[in-house]
DNA sequence: CTGTTAGCGCCTTCAC
DNA sequence: GTGAAGGCGCTAACAG
């Protein structure tokens, strides 16, 4: 397309990019040794070097990427995939948080970053982004049960680290997380500690592990309370399911005191939900989220939550993906997660 | 890379991808028949076309992007250029709406999205990315003066529109923008029928339009309104700015009764600053942003702030680009703006 | 309708 | 140290 930008009838050819051979010649030197000065290899003569250098920067010379990729195993490139909906991606913090790590971690890197966004339903498109032997290698952000993913990658051989554990079926996969079972006891304690005692949860879903460990982790440390653990209800982490699931609870038990919503996202509108009803928080009904995320200061109250770090996860994933690009062998990493005590609970 | 990963010390090579020859061999045809039937020329045979499907199946191949984009003008890939840090912009929600409605615009065509984020000052990662060929044009989302972003563009000839109307100097670019200025009128404006009068303002950063114009549009209302103008302290968007201006502002005019912020995200620390001094909003000083952002229902009290359609300005960028593309050409395009009363002021 | 023939820009043996 | 030659996977004339 890039030559039809034409004035009236005729087409103008579109100015040529210079290119190796253009360097080549310019210099006096074969592209053979124009090539060797790009990519630094050390046996080439002062002279022919610093004139190659020399073109190169008269001419603005760049590489062509698509062209050394053809003929490169490597592609000096990786692709984030998040098997989620568009918007979805773009508005939930946690997603931002973790793409703007890694992004932020490559950022001295050569390395390009491919953000491919994949909507439930149509994996076309992150197929073909895979295939297409643009990337090295890539990191799952937002892997579910059935997506499919991990059956392409593994297709492909393309090395993959995945952000959140993947689910069972896919064990020996590479993954970073935060210890969610132990963050969903730990924002259950913090309820239990504070003298509640009917206290329901807005879960994530259940073909994530994280929604599926939170959950578990919940479970866990009301059981040990000796305290009935039947007020579940379940969201997708997003906003608009957290009221939802907040609403459903409600209606089941009008007396509740206590909710754990497995993501800040759902606990904002739980608050909002429980607000809007008249309910104060957290004198009548104590909330705990899960993230920490930015709007955990903005709301009223501050929002009591659980730690996860985003940056710690998209950093490990960074430098995982990294090591089994070169070669190396990489295992799970688990990080800690921790409570953020503020007024919601 | 792709073929270190052996077991011991012998390498591996990764299984080759099938490509077009494979599915020829395949298909008892030639290549350029395959190739055909990929790219849904007619003139085919049907038998051919059925046998070169049936081969593509089973083999499960896709076209290599790297080897197409080699030799075809255009590369169904485009270049979303963000010349600012990459912490900053995966957490303002303005450019996080941006690049949402980019990629859902886009979710359906086979366009390739590249995001390229470029801290200030390493424009190099950028360059590259933009020659290199891979991509057939570009959207420049938050373009300052001197970022040189625009030379890149002209001197590569690349198809580009920008996202907010680039600054003098840079005329004749193709852009979409929000009517910035009436925007600062309107804000001011509710400032001022709310019987405030002494109003200043947390500008936004004087090297791009969008904060240029908006101040010029509050100073136009204030003036219209006899009001002096002089309150003005200036941030660049992000929230630790909005609180750090407010603070001056303070100092400054320790009485003022109404305050104009340039973004939501510097409105809702410019509130923070506020109510921690024991100021009250909106009683003591009223406060306007603008974006209309999702946090803006999230502050207490909720935000009045200047509706600056975020999806509008993407869909339309993506239009005009995609015009470009196809040999059209495109005006800029100025996108109406809109007051949201809620409860800030 | 289909096959043959050239490259696209680059890197990499292999000779010199 | 340097050049010549071949090929990565694909598409686009050009012949039949």
Redesign the interface.
Known sequence: ??????AGKETVP??R?PTLEDVAARAGVSRATASRVVNADPRVGRSARESVQAAIRQL?Y??????R??VR???DSIAVVVPEA??R???DPFF??I??AI??KL?DS?V????A?A?PGKRD?I???L????T?GAIVVSHHRDDGISDVLR?????AVYIGRPHAGDVGLPYVDVDNETGGMLAAQRLIDGGRRRIGTVAGPQDMASGFDRLTGWRRAMAQAGLADDLVEYGDFTAASGGEGMLRLLEREPNLDGVFAASDLMA?SVIQELQGSGITVPEDVAVVGFDDS??AK???PPLTTVLSTTTGMAGAAVEMLLT????GQVEHVILPTELVPRDSA
């Open positions: 397309m890039r030559d039809v930008r034409a579109a100015k990019l603005g760049r590489p062509n990427r698509a062209a990729s053809l195993p490597d592609a568009e918007e991606v773009f508005s931002s948080a793409l703007g992004y932020t950022a050569p390009q970053v491919l953000l966004v909507p498109k197929d073909r982004y295939r297409g032997g643009y090295d297709e492909i051989q393309l090395p904002v930015q709007m903005l709301t009223r089994l690009l070169g070669g």
